[in-house]
Every structure is written in C-alpha cells, then in structure tokens.
C-alpha cells in the first residue's frame, strides 16, 4: 500500500507556487535535448514526475516518456492539463525507489529536486542504473531557489523554530547521507559533468508568498499542527509588513535550473 505524501495535499496548488514557468520549462527541455543529442527514438524516465512541470515539453513533442509518482493527486492534476493520455506518455502511481521496469529500458532517467527525499538513496540509484541503457544519461536536477524567496522563507523558519516541530528520525537522516552520487556513478564508469540549463528573473509580491506558504504548499509547513501553524502565519505576516514595508513589496531575484548529467559507459 502507497503511503499519502504532503503533495496529495498541496497537488491543486503546486505548479502556481512553483517558480519553472511553461516557458522556462520549454527552453530547459531545448537544453536537455541538446545535451543528450536526443533523436526521435529516444526514451525518458521521470521517477517524481509530479505534475509533470519538467517533461510535458518532451512529450508535446512526440518522445517517449514515462513517469512514476508516488502521490496519486499530482498525476490527476497532471492527466487535467492534457486533453487525453497521449500514447507516448506512460504514468505509474509506484514508490520510485523501486523501479516496474525491465533492465535497460530508457535513454535517459531524469529527476528533479527529489533524491534527496529519497529513504535509501544507494537502492535507487542501483534502480537508476539497472534500467539505464548502456551510454545512458542520468540527469540529476534541480530548481535553485532564487535568494530573495529564500531569505522570506529563512524568516518563517526562524518564527517556526520557536515552537515544536516534528523532527525527521535520526535513522533515516543517517540513510539519506550515506551515499554521495558524484563516488555512485564514478565507481560504475560514468562519466560526469555540472552544466547550467537556464537562468531568469523569479519576481512576486511579498502577499503573493505569502499566500503560498498560507496555503501550505511546502513541507516545512506541515512541520506543526493547524492551531500552531496559523499563530505562526499571523505572527509572520506582521513581521512581513514591519521587515518589508508594505505586503506590496515586489522581491525578485534569479533563479537557475542546474543539472549534474552522468553519462553510462557502454
């Protein structure tokens, strides 16, 4: 049985609070294809596909994709966007830690922002390889958060360190450390390389972020139970209006999508 996640909870709301705009994800999918010197055969696997942000671009235009998600919510809202299942998109309600697929089966396995999350990294990436094709690519992704949102976000994290939160275990921080990708992949004879996709302007109002966190769309905000958690955003949002000025206040500043891409060996 598949445990329900946060984003069951947020799925509604997760593409408008993130900040990888159609657009951006249309020029990251040009750089990715470029990278990888994709032809119309080849085949993509996204483990937390999400609401697929990252790879509806490649299936609009014909390749193979799959995608595997653990929250049911987050598929639903990414079968809305499209008018039908296209037969080159394959979605898979699964824990991405353990991979339905036959060895050898994609081209390139692409995540995004999520193996960090991952309870047993070290088995996940032997999935990862498993099902690589030899000369493969493994894209490890993510969306670095631009600066102004993650000082607004340290700020909240200061007031909620004044009350319990619940604490990660112990065990599975220790799990999540254990193993460094760059040592994993060199030590399979991939080869690697850090290469930056795409960089633009992130610009929203401080009442605009702050809606978002209202709405809990991100997971230090289930950190605290309902009561506590709206004395928190009443006491965050008055010190928004002291710190800032005004809930007015536009704060932008860049974003960046970084990918370490690891080429198989043949």
């Known amino acids: 049985m598949i ?18 705009t159609e657009s951006v994800a249309e020029e990251v ?16 696997l996204e483990p937390g596909i999400g609401t697929g942000l990252n790879v509806l671009p490649f299936v609009r235009r014909g390749y193979s994709v799959t995608g595997i ?24 309600h699964a824990d991405a830690s353990q991979l339905p697929f036959t060895d050898k089966s994609f081209d390139v396995v692409l995540t995004v922002h999520m193996v960090h999350g991952i309870s047993n990294k070290k088995m996940f990436l032997d999935e990862i390889h498993r099902v690589l094709k ?27 360190a004044k009350y319990e939160v619940k604490e ?28 930056i996709a795409k960089e633009w ?15 809990r769309a991100y997971g230090l905000c289930w950190l605290v139970s ?15 209006v002291e710190h800032y000025g005004s809930l007015t206040t536009e704060l932008s500043s860049e974003a960046k999508f970084e990918i370490w891409a690891y080429t198989g060996a043949e």
């Not at 445990?3 to 990888?20: G, M, P």
């Open 226 to 240: 309902d009561e506590i958690f709206h004395h928190v955003m009443s006491e965050f949002e008055e010190f928004c």
């Open 168 to 195: 990660v275990p112990k065990r599975v921080n220790k799990v999540i450390e254990e193993i460094n990708l760059e040592d994993y992949f060199h030590s399979k004879g991939y080869q690697s390389k850090y290469v």
């Open 201 to 215: 302007t992130v610009s929203n109002t401080v009442e605009e972020l702050l809606s978002f966190f209202k709405s």
């Open 134 to 160: 030899p000369q493969g690519f493994y894209l490890n992704a993510q969306w670095i958060t631009p600066p102004a949102r993650m000082k607004f976000e340290r700020y909240l994290r200061a007031i909620l």
């Open 69 to 92: 998600d653990v929250s049911q919510a987050m598929l639903d809202q990414l079968r809305q966007k499209l008018h039908k299942i296209p037969q080159n998109l394959n979605l898979i």
């Open 29 to 44: 999918a040009d750089f990715i294809l470029e990278l990888v010197d994709a032809t119309d055969e080849t085949s993509f």
């Open 3 to 20: 445990k329900s996640t946060y984003y069951d909870n947020i799925a509604h709301l997760y593409d408008q609070t993130r900040w990888l």
